[in-house]
């Protein structure tokens, strides 16, 4: 049941009769207050942020924000762009709608959200509004989230940042090897499930690193090995297996995500195929 505030907002959606617009000063994040709405409690602030990845930070919430988030250029590929924010842990103070042309959809409400979790939706689903709740005393509610912009295939499942629970195809194979945030030969060192969060654990043991964006993986003494951890889906049933893989996949909010992971006797057999026709992407020591 939408609240007074609400369904006088969704007129002044509609008439465009919002708060000077308020741009962040580096285009990619934004940090402000609800003090500047305190003799105002239904203005309406426009954020806008130009980056495929930022965060906000809103200190006291107080009346509302419409937050319009944007590549910082715009290609063929827009409309494929998923958004995914995650709140921070303690995130309070505001629910987060999706808004468009004055419809207004909840995406998360104050509370609900569980630790690390992260809502994705399309990009042309809409801006996000984000509405303070009444609050008796505000000084300690902070409304934050992280956001990225991901770029999905057609047919791709748009609310989520995993893979799907499907074996890659070789042409899948070849271009991960070649695209991924990271590339790694190892094999499982374990599996752990979190139900709550509804994602398993790779352990990882990596003999040979092909690529990393960020540290995923990590020198482990003298060994000539690095360890890591990789997350999945749980409903992908990750069990521990024996034999070398070839772990490849993205790094989202600074975790690392499983895409694909062949048997490494099969990613060799791919790829000597590949070569011998001329069609691998890019070129892999495969010893």
């Given at each position: ?131 303070a709740t009444l609050q008796q005393d505000i000084s300690r509610k ?74 995923i993986f990590r020198a482990a003494g003298k060994s000539r090995r ?62």
């Amino acid at each position: 049941m939408l609240t007074p505030f609400l369904t006088d907002l969704i007129a002044v959606l509609v008439l465009c009769r919002v708060a000077a617009s308020q741009y962040s000063s580096d285009q990619c994040s934004w940090r402000g207050s609800g003090l500047t709405h305190e003799s105002h409690t239904r203005d309406v602030e426009q954020v806008y942020l130009r980056c495929s990845e930022g965060n906000l930070e809103w200190l006291y919430p107080m009346g509302a924000l419409i937050v319009n988030l944007r590549p910082n250029t715009l290609t063929a590929a827009y409309k494929y762009l998923t958004v995914c924010i995650k709140p921070l842990k303690d995130s309070r103070g505001a629910n987060i709608y999706l808004e468009k042309s004055g419809d207004l959809k909840l995406l998360i409400r104050e509370q609900d959200h569980s630790p690390n979790q992260v809502y994705c939706y399309g990009i042309d689903e809409g801006s996000l509004f984000i509405e303070a709740t009444l609050q008796q005393d505000i000084s300690r509610k902070i409304t934050a989230f992280q956001y990225e912009l991901v770029n999905q295939r057609p047919g791709s499942d748009l609310h989520t940042l995993s893979a799907p629970c499907r074996p890659c195809s070789d042409t899948e194979i070849l271009l991960a090897v070649c695209t991924s945030d990271f590339a790694a030969r190892g094999t499982i060192r374990g599996v752990t499930h979190d139900s709550e969060l509804r994602e398993s654990t790779i352990g990882v043991s990596v003999s040979k690193l092909y690529r990393q964006k960020s540290k995923i993986f990590r020198a482990a003494g003298k060994s000539r090995r690095w360890l890591g951890q990789i997350r999945t889906p749980l409903e992908c049933g990750v069990n521990p297996g024996n034999g070398e893989f070839l772990f490849m996949g993205s790094m989202h909010f600074g975790e690392a995500r499983l895409g694909c992971a062949p048997r490494f006797k099969d990613f060799q057999r791919i790829y000597k195929e590949a070569r011998d026709k001329g069609q691998n992407p890019c070129e892999i020591d495969t010893d």
